[in-house]
T-cell receptor, first 112, second 116 residues
Framework: KNQVEQSPQSLIILEGKNCTLQ??????????LRWYKQDTGRGPVSLTI?????NTKSNGRYTATLDADTKQSSLHITASQLSDSASYIC???????????FGKGTTLSVSS | GAVVSQHPSRVICKSGTSVKIECRSL??????MFWYRQFPKKSLMLMAT?????????EQGVEKDKFLINHASLTLSTLTVTSAHPEDSSFYIC????????????FGPGTRLTVL
């Protein structure tokens, strides 16, 4: 069964600190993996998207890694800001063009 | 990134009325758009796939006569919630797929529907 699991479910960190969010998937055949940021009451916004041949991709203070062998991905946030408070969703596509498989997200709260 | 808009952003209606939500891809053509529903603190649930010029494909358990989808052009898909009831209250999000090596989906900002 195609599944995407994220951990932790929620996380609270102090402003300026770094954090890493985890994503494990059992989707096959794998096409690509995406990380989205969703603010409360808003639609998801794409942070990174990677295919199996890409090990790491950065977008500003966000860096995603992908290990296609172990089927794991991580999203590292550097020097967190209050505006980073949101839900971070890991999404995997089984085959290009097919429906996306969503993780339940990690809720990040950055406090001052 | 590509821009997808939704209108309205919020709507409150009486039970039994119908509500139309528009999803537009502003800077690219999308032959395929998707409609999702999201409950508080839950993940997005795919409701249907909207294909330009043809009938939408609905996910199991989603009533096609309840949630009417029209994808009349390459930049516009509409979702009409017919005879809305309080249990239809939810956050509805659309996405548009841009043809590329990633076939990336770009999400709209969402529509908050409240049925009284």
């Amino acid at each position: 069964k195609n599944q995407v699991e994220q951990s932790p479910q929620s996380l609270i960190i102090l402003e300026g600190k770094n954090c890493t969010l985890q994503c494990n998937y059992t989707v096959s055949p794998f096409s690509n993996l995406r990380w989205y940021k969703q603010d409360t009451g808003r639609g998801p916004v794409s942070l990174t998207i990677m295919t199996f041949s890409e090990n790491t991709k950065s977008n500003g203070r966000y860096t995603a890694t992908l290990d296609a062998d172990t089927k794991q991905s991580s999203l590292h946030i550097t020097a967190s800001q209050l505006s980073d408070s949101a839900s971070y969703i890991c999404v995997v596509s089984a085959t290009a063009g097919t429906a996306l498989i969503f993780g339940k997200g990690t809720t990040l709260s950055v406090s001052s | 990134g590509a821009v997808v808009s939704q209108h309205p952003s919020r709507v409150i209606c009486k039970s039994g009325t119908s509500v139309k939500i528009e999803c537009r891809s502003l800077d690219f053509q999308a032959t395929t758009m998707f409609w999702y529903r999201q409950f508080p603190k839950k993940s997005l649930m795919l409701m249907a796939t909207s294909n330009e010029g043809s009938k939408a494909t609905y996910e199991q358990g989603v009533e096609k006569d309840k949630f009417l989808i029209n994808h009349a052009s390459l930049t516009l898909s509409t979702l009409t919630v017919t005879s809305a009831h309080p249990e239809d209250s939810s956050f509805y999000i659309c996405s548009a797929r841009r043809d590329s090596s990633y076939n990336e989906q770009f999400f709209g900002p969402g529509t908050r529907l409240t049925v009284l």
